[in-house]
């Protein structure tokens, strides 16, 4: 497996990840040893605990069901709005639904600390995830993990393609032990409201995920970025900014210095809050 790198402090758990590595958190960072590739997008949502606690489900899930599992989908519980779990540090706990949308909040872990990963659409389609890229109603994710202590969302696949008004809408919001985010937001053709708010307040956050898509809708990007006082990397592909603040104050109060990566077919990003952070170095994609 090679060295474990854990630094000179104790951790406050350590732990192994799915790929069989070797986890450590710190409550700052985690550090990744060893491992084999895996498809994530082929595995159910799934919450890898750090920290125990409980797990509730809100009322904002109504007559909505979840289901989840802490034996690797060998037996699934459903549950309800207001029913919880309790979770210790190294479960992990998968999730999935047939609801077309779950609109605000629906699960509080303001206890726990996780990492978060496989396929959002499991609950959406339940067990019939795999490939599935479309959106029919709106605020499909709406404030999902709003306030949490999520830590790692880097290998949380978000992959549709066809979305909706305020599907992500305030999805991330105030995640402040957020450091890694998804790699990517696929969707090319955006609606909007659809990533405002997304990342609002994720001060941990050093790096945005990709932002491939080329026309920008309406206030789809507003505000996604604002106090992420880390952020010093975003990528976004945009060459119409026409629409009705699709970036506004996407990126007050970002770090200082950082990098832009552009289309290199765009040349009329403006600077500042709504655009281009001052300070920071242009490059072409």
């Known amino acids: 497996m090679g060295n474990l790198k854990f630094g000179n402090e104790t951790p406050l758990a350590l732990y192994m990840g799915v790929s069989g590595s070797t986890k450590a958190y710190y409550g700052t960072e985690v550090v990744f040893e060893g491992g084999s590739p895996v498809d994530y997008s082929s595995l159910y949502t799934t ?12 009322n904002n899930l109504g007559s909505k069901t979840i289901s989840y599992s802490t034996n690797n989908g060998s037996s699934w519980t459903s549950v309800s709005a207001g ?19 779950y609109g605000d909040k ?15 659409m499991s609950l959406i389609y339940g067990d019939n995830f795999t490939g599935k890229t479309t959106f029919t109603e709106e605020s499909v994710f709406q404030s999902f993990f709003q306030d949490s202590h999520l830590v790692d969302a880097s290998h949380l696949i978000l992959p549709a393609t066809l979305i909706t008004r305020y599907c992500y809408f305030r999805m991330f919001q105030g995640c ?46 507003f505000q996604a970025f604002y106090y992420c006082s880390s952020l010093n990397c975003i990528k976004c592909l945009a060459t119409d900014l026409s629409s009705t603040l699709p970036t506004g104050e996407w990126t007050s109060y970002v770090s200082g210095t950082g990098t832009f990566v552009k289309n290199p077919n765009m040349s009329s990003w403006p600077s500042g809050n709504d655009g281009i952070p001052n300070g920071w170095t242009v490059q072409d994609a």
């Open 83 to 101: 029913d919880s779990i309790s979770v210790s540090a190294g479960d992990k706990v998968l999730f999935k639904g047939t609801n077309g949308s």
């Open 176 to 221: 402040t032990s957020l450091i890694s985010a998804p790699n990517i937001l696929p969707a090319t053709t955006i609606a909007p409201f659809c990533y405002s708010y997304i990342f609002h307040t994720c001060s941990s956050l050093v790096r945005a995920p990709e932002l491939p898509a080329s026309v920008l809708a309406d206030f789809c990007y």
């Open 106 to 120: 629906v699960i509080d872990s303001s206890d726990v600390y996780f990492n978060a990963y496989g396929n959002m």
């Open 47 to 58: 919450f890898e605990i750090l920290t125990g606690g409980t797990i509730n489900f809100t």
